[in-house]
């Protein structure tokens, strides 16, 4: 059955009372470090992107997902929001996009991304039906850029100033080209810096419209403690106005935005992040699964009671499994190769 892509409240404001959305916090790390960002793992006071109270394993958040659509039926749409850059954390996010399209097929997909690393996955997002993607554009130009960025990571090399910010604005442009060839839609969220990128909203939001790009967010600087830009006033309500209304001559204009944390939970007009902390952290306490291509776990151990022995002097490994009805239980016992081969002992055991 087709979703129905109307029902997310962040792209349609008719339906915030109605809709709600949960953001699924499996992704800590970042690949770009913006001047203005703080991000926050352990953060219960502080309502704003890049913060969370804790992270999630993909196994623990299709549980907690599961868990709050129990209390809370209207949630229409999974989102990732980080605390950091989904694709800075590719296995987590699309290992969870996988379990969560597997259990929940109803279910919208969405992500917020800076655009750096999501290209080479964008083909999985739309067969898996990721029906929404935000992409935080800040400027056009790498001279701009190089002011809000203070560095980029391309896998292992961090690029700097003017040449890190090109980087990232040609990734942000190939992905929202290539998002929009697999027929995702695409919001812009663009943070608005005064004596920054202020003057610089018309170009980006022209060059956003000219690569198809739904919608445009003006978001207002938040000054974050021990950042870069903490000394930079937020932008009033009428200069934002202002801003927005030169936007939309380009591209629709979200207004109904509430800069959401890394795990919001519930309605944009009636949010229950508060209320379902306690429903966080008892699914980020659960231990998680086996993987299903290493069922089992060795231990060395001299008397058959304690894990107690070295492995290089084990002769002999007890090997344990989950058991179906709780706990663990002996499988097997595998000799060892014996000891003084050297390294190929060790290769041989690690074969084994």
Known sequence: MPLDTKRH???????????????????????????YCNRKYDCVNESRPGVTSTVLAPEQAVEYLDRVLAKEPRITVAGIAGPGDPFANPEETMSTLRLVRRRFPGMMLCLASNGMAIAPHIEELASLGVTHVTITVNAVRPE?????YAWVRDNKVVRRGEQGAALLLERQLAAIRSLKEHGVTVKIN??????????????????????????????????????????IPQPDKATMSSLRAVAEEYLPQMRHCTRCRADAVGLLDADRTE??????????????????DRPFVAVAT??????????????????????????????????TPPPGGGLRRWLQLAST
């Open 9 to 35: 409240p962040c792209f349609n404001a008719t339906v915030k009372g109605q809709y709600g959305r949960i953001h699924l916090p499996v992704a800590p790390q970042c690949n770009i470090r913006c001047n």
């Open 144 to 148: 701009i850029g190089a002011r809000i």
């Open 190 to 231: 663009y943070i608005v810096i005064p004596g920054i990128n202020d003057s610089h909203v018309a170009e980006v939001a022209r060059t956003m419209r000219d690569l198809g790009v739904d919608l445009f967010n003006c978001m207002a600087l938040f000054p974050n403690q021990d950042t870069p830009f903490a000394g």
């Open 275 to 292: 209320e379902f902390r306690g429903c966080l952290s008892a699914c980020a306490s659960l231990p998680p699964p086996a993987p299903a």
């Open 302 to 335: 001299m008397e058959g009671v304690l894990i107690n022995q070295h492995l290089g002097e084990a002769r002999s490994l007890q090997i344990w499994e989950e058991a179906p009805e709780g706990g663990y239980r002996l499988a097997a016992e595998r000799p």
